[in-house]
């Protein structure tokens, strides 16, 4: 029987549902409230199981609820369709690839994999990789990673990518794991009154409980529950940062180290400053009254309904709808305060290895090409983040002065100011935050664990060309392999291509983190050593820089431009809900 802490586990309800132990890892594996059957690939020695259940169907009463367990179904479950991904803010009524019942999981496995009982002795803290990795090798067991895919917390934008790659390049010596959670309303509603009975932060609750089940499950499929790498990007490497920082930092064991792909702090709400996008939703479905009839009217309402007015609209303060409105909130529980503070405050896991990065032009998707004056960068930034004040705009401006002044005026001349500024605000500088706060408690008594920063500057010809530069999180398809992002990476990046040497070295140090929670044990030949992030210089150490082609280099950071803007990002996170 797998043995986990009644701590670990008791915030998303799986305490009994424990697994008995198999010899083998067969197609056929037997949870205690199913069967799934899943299908071998030949030819490249991957089981995959596809489309389990690891929570209720969110739907009637549970729609805006926490997680509740799946419920037990006796017949056989055929595992070889992905399950739907979660509907999306701004999402078509009549898409057929998402449903609200949409909280399912993914296993890939090594054909070879052997099953195994073995768990951590004690789950509410972590081991470190010697002991780990000993333990499993013992047991047969093998490293996990759990990814939890992007989309602004609003949308499932990396749905069904396939584990195979990342299970090839490790040499069939992990399982990769990958999950839907809930998004926009249905993962992030939230209501001051009690009596709505609307819990906040249900999509964080969705991911955790599914960090749950792969404690109590993913021996029986050869994984080992006490070497589990969480991994994400854009808004799934936000859930990592916070999942460091939840419930004050406690460690509930559900993993080990973490790799984050574009860390984005957000502005994060209290409930009651969120009230008004619960208020606005109601009143376009027709749902007035007091909180129960008002919440009741919602839970009645079919999910088409609510998609065909599931739309942003502008926070208060702002002119314009945000990219993305719902998120999660500081609930006093899970979240109990802005990312900056909780990360400033030290309550975050300590002792966690992990690797952090982001992209060279991060900014540049999201903002609008046709920026074309100051006035027009400012006002985007302020449909963000209401609350940068005009005094902190001036700064704003001084920091990133326009890149490409000379070309004014004309249309879309401030695109790429705009984008730098959005860029280093949301994902760059709060993934160096991050960095150096844990190379800081590496040094201290507070952990010895390292970490790890980069910056992925590797340039496609056709988005270079677009003036793109390197996109936001275009780095997974190279994690990942690109035959393995649902057709999303470049074609630079494919066998023939100018990055295709990109591939390899990427996978080599992501796979070498999983496995050894450092990402030069099992490096690409020829890959530059990756130093970890030196807490030297007030926190301002180096980081990898992987380029085109797939050259890599150590980079220092301190007393770099960069880190000036970042300290200024830093120094008002908090008064704008960061």
């Given amino acids: 029987m797998v043995r986990l802490s009644a701590r670990g586990l008791a915030c998303c309800g799986l305490l009994g549902l424990l697994v008995s132990s198999v010899e083998a890892v067969g197609t056929t594996v037997h949870l205690n409230y199913s069967t799934y059957v ?49 509907l999306a803010t701004n999402g078509s009524p009549d898409a057929t690839a998402t449903s609200e019942d949409c909280l399912f999981l993914d296993v890939y496995a090594p ?18 990789s010697n002991t780990s990795a000993s333990a499993a090798s013992s047991a047969g067991l093998l490293p996990v990673y759990l990814f939890i895919q992007g989309g602004g917390f609003n949308t499932n934008s990396n749905p069904n990518y396939n584990g195979t790659g990342l299970i090839t390049a ?46 109590a499950y993913i021996a029986l499929f050869g994984g080992d529950p006490a070497h589990v790498v969480l991994g994400g990007d854009s808004a799934g490497a936000a859930s990592i940062s916070l999942h460091l920082t939840a419930y004050g930092g406690r460690n509930d064991g559900l993993f080990h180290a973490a790799a984050a792909e574009s860390v984005s702090f957000a502005a994060v709400r209290t409930v009651a400053a969120s009230q008004s996008q619960y208020d606005s939703l109601a009143l376009r479905l027709g749902c007035v009254g007091n909180a129960t009839a008002s919440a009741a009217c919602l839970r009645a309402k079919t999910a088409e309904e609510v998609q065909q007015v599931n739309y942003n609209t502008p926070f208060p303060g702002a002119a314009a709808p945000p990219l993305f ?24 896991i300590h002792g966690v290895p992990v690797l952090i990065g982001d992209d060279a032009n991060g900014g540049t998707i999201f903002t609008p090409a046709n920026t074309t004056t100051l006035a027009q960068s400012n006002m985007f930034m302020q449909n963000q983040f209401p609350l940068i004040s005009l005094a902190a705009y001036a700064d704003i401006n001084a920091l990133y002065p326009n890149p490409n002044a000379s070309a004014c005026p004309a249309e879309g001349c401030y695109w790429r100011q705009v984008s730098n500024v959005y860029g280093e605000a949301r994902y760059m500088c709060p993934g160096l935050y991050i960095s150096s706060l844990y190379a800081a408690a590496s040094a201290s008594s507070l952990g010895v664990a390292k970490s790890y920063a980069y910056l992925w500057n590797v340039s496609d010809p056709t988005q270079a060309a677009e003036g793109y530069g390197v996109e936001h999180t275009i780095e997974i398809n190279a994690i990942w392999g690109p035959e393995y992002t649902n057709g999303d990476a470049p074609a630079s990046y494919y066998p023939g291509g100018v990055n295709a040497a990109a591939v390899p070295v990427a ?9 050894t929670y450092n990402p030069n044990t099992y490096r690409y030949p020829g890959s530059a050593e990756w130093a970890a992030y030196d807490a030297a210089g007030g926190g301002q150490g180096a980081r990898l820089v992987v380029g085109t082609g797939g050259t890599t280099e150590m980079q220092e950071l301190k007393g770099s431009a960069l880190m000036e803007r970042c300290e200024f990002w830093e120094g008002i996170g908090a008064s704008i809900a960061q």
């Fill in 38 to 86: 899943g299908t071998e690939q030949p030819d490249t020695g991957v089981t995959q199981w596809l489309g389990i259940r690891y929570a209720a169907p969110p739907l009637g009463d549970l729609r805006f609820a926490p997680p509740q367990d799946p419920v037990v179904n006796k017949t056989v479950q055929i595992a070889d369709e992905h399950g739907p991904y979660c």
């Fill in 111 to 128: 054909t070879n994999a052997r099953a195994g009982s073995h768990a951590p002795s004690n789950t509410s803290s972590n081991t470190s």
């Fill in 170 to 215: 490790a040499n069939h010596s992990i399982l990769v794991v990958t999950l839907n959670y809930r998004v926009g309303p249905y993962g992030f509603l939230t209501n001051t009154d009690p009596a709505a009975r609307i819990s906040p932060n249900n999509g964080l609750l969705d991911q955790r409980k599914a960090m749950a089940w792969v404690q």
């Fill in 325 to 348: 409105m719902y998120g999660p909130v500081v609930d006093g529980d899970l979240v109990r305060d802005v990312t900056y503070t909780a990360y400033a405050q030290g309550r975050f």
């Fill in 507 to 515: 996978q080599g140090y992501w796979t070498s983190f999983i496995r």
